[in-house]
T-cell receptor, first 114, second 116 residues
Framework: KQEVTQIPAALSVPEGENLVLNCSFT??????LQWFRQDPGKGLTSLLL?????REQTSGRLNASLDKSSGRSTLYIAASQPGDSATYLC?????????????FGQGTELSVKP | NAGVTQTPKFRVLKTGQSMTLLCAQD?????MYWYRQDPGMGLRLIHY???????AKGEVPDGYNVSRLKKQNFLLGLESAAPSQTSVYFC???????????????FGPGTRLTVT
């Protein structure tokens, strides 16, 4: 059974710091991996999607990497800002599951202090 | 484009009452999903649909039913609500790109349901 783990569960950093969020998964037979952002009381916003054939994706100050063989992904946030404070979720799509169902990690709650 | 919308945004039910949550998407996506999010449990899939007229069970389907009569709508029903169904419910949809299946999922804003 696929399990997705995110470490740390919570992180507090001063503004301007570069930071890395970690995601690991137990089954390497994935179609893709998505990183989401969730603000308190809100829905999920897709940040980056990495297909299984890709190694990384970048969007602005965000860079996500994928190492399928080791079952790991990282989300790198450069020059963090207070507006980056949110919960970050990673999720994988299993290759043999019809319909592209997502398996989620528990999330990392990020707080960026001014 | 409105994207994925959900109604209602909030609802309080008494144990045993029934209700239907509506999800609508205007992106012509083939696949639609219902998740629930609970503290300490993360997001879990309830039911999903790979096309109009089709539905399938997810990880936690008990106590829920779904219907996909139109491609753009996916309904989640609670026939007899229980306190254990107090949760935040999210709907999502995803698409198939030409020549490659993407499965990138787009989420609605959620419905906060309390069952007393």
């Amino acid at each position: 059974k696929q399990e997705v783990t995110q470490i740390p569960a919570a992180l507090s950093v001063p503004e301007g710091e570069n930071l890395v969020l970690n995601c690991s998964f137990t089954d390497s037979a994935i179609y893709n991996l998505q990183w989401f952002r969730q603000d308190p009381g809100k829905g999920l916003t897709s940040l980056l999607l990495i297909q299984s054939s890709q190694r990384e994706q970048t969007s602005g100050r965000l860079n996500a990497s994928l190492d399928k063989s080791s079952g790991r992904s990282t989300l790198y946030i450069a020059a963090s800002q207070p507006g980056d404070s949110a919960t970050y979720l990673c999720a994988v799509t299993l290759i043999y599951n019809q319909g592209g169902k997502l398996i989620f990690g528990q999330g990392t709650e990020l707080s960026v202090k001014p | 484009n409105a994207g994925v919308t959900q109604t209602p945004k909030f609802r309080v039910l008494k144990t045993g009452q029934s209700m239907t949550l509506l999800c609508a998407q205007d992106m012509n996506h083939e696949y639609m999903y219902w998740y629930r999010q609970d503290p300490g449990m993360g997001l879990r899939l309830i039911h999903y649909s790979v096309g109009e007229g089709t539905t399938a069970k997810g990880e936690v389907p008990d106590g829920y039913n779904v219907s996909r009569l139109k491609k753009q709508n996916f309904l989640l029903g609670l026939e007899s609500a229980a306190p254990s169904q107090t949760s935040v419910y999210f709907c999502a949809s995803s698409y198939i790109t030409s020549g490659e299946t993407s499965y990138e999922q787009y989420f609605g804003p959620g419905t906060r349901l309390t069952v007393t």
